[in-house]
């Protein structure tokens, strides 16, 4: 059964730090992993996909890496600013099935809490 | 832009009563998917839809838990009979295909008092 893992739990940062927020998965045999964000109240904003082939995806100042080997994504912000305060969620999608395919069902980590103080 | 639209927003309800969740995925997605969100627990997947073909739905309690696609455009979560332990946030999700991203809705506050 696949587990996800985020450390830390909480994160409180000046605005201006970069930052790293971090995601362990038990079966490294991901069809792909995904990372989220999610306001208090709100719905989950999807951030960055990336593939098991692939080794790291951009948007903006999100950088977000995987290493299927040791099971393991980071989620790189940088210079973070207050906008970024919110839960930050990484989720990963077991290759399954003939060939490799993924039937879609996403393993959720339990988040980063992050805040970004002014 | 296309997004999930999920009604209500918020439901409170008594012990017994019957909940009904409702869940309008992308137009064009073909994969529909219905988690729940609790302090204790995370997101848990509750069950999946494949061209409205439930795939899976193991993460569902059978007793009281029923979801249904009636058309693409619809999906539904019921809840009968509600029990306070069902009070959490459902999500409803959809994606172009399995194995691609994954488009959530803003969610349903369910309590059940």
């Known amino acids: 059964k696949q587990e996800v893992t985020q450390i830390p739990a909480a994160l409180s940062v000046p605005e201006g730090e970069n930052l790293v927020l971090n995601c362990s998965f038990t079966d490294s045999a991901i069809y792909n992993l995904q990372w989220f964000r999610q306001d208090p109240g709100k719905g989950l904003t999807s951030l960055l996909l990336i593939q098991s082939s692939q080794r790291e995806q951009t948007s903006g100042r999100l950088n977000a890496s995987l290493d299927k080997s040791s099971g393991r994504s980071t989620l790189y912000i940088a210079a973070s600013q207050p906008g970024d305060s919110a839960t930050y969620l990484c989720?990963?999608?077991?290759?399954?099935?003939?060939?490799?395919?993924?039937?879609?069902?996403?393993?959720f980590g339990q988040g980063t809490i992050l805040t970004v103080h002014p | 832009d296309a997004r999930v639209t999920q009604t209500p927003r918020h439901k409170v309800t008594e012990m017994g009563q019957e909940v009904t969740m409702r869940c309008q995925p992308i137009l064009g997605h073909n994969t529909v998917f219905w988690y729940r969100q609790t302090m204790m627990q995370g997101l848990e997947l509750l069950a999946y839809f494949r061209n409205r073909a439930p795939l899976d739905d193991s993460g569902m309690p059978k007793d009281r838990f029923s979801a249904e696609m009636p058309d693409a455009t619809l999906a539904t979560l019921k809840i009968q009979p509600s029990e306070p332990r069902d009070s959490a946030v459902y999500f409803c999700a959809s994606g172009l295909r399995l194995g691609f991203e994954a488009f959530f809705g803003q969610g349903t506050r369910l309590t059940v008092v």
């Open positions: 989720a990963a999608r077991l290759s399954e099935g003939a060939g490799g395919t993924s039937y879609g069902k996403l393993t």
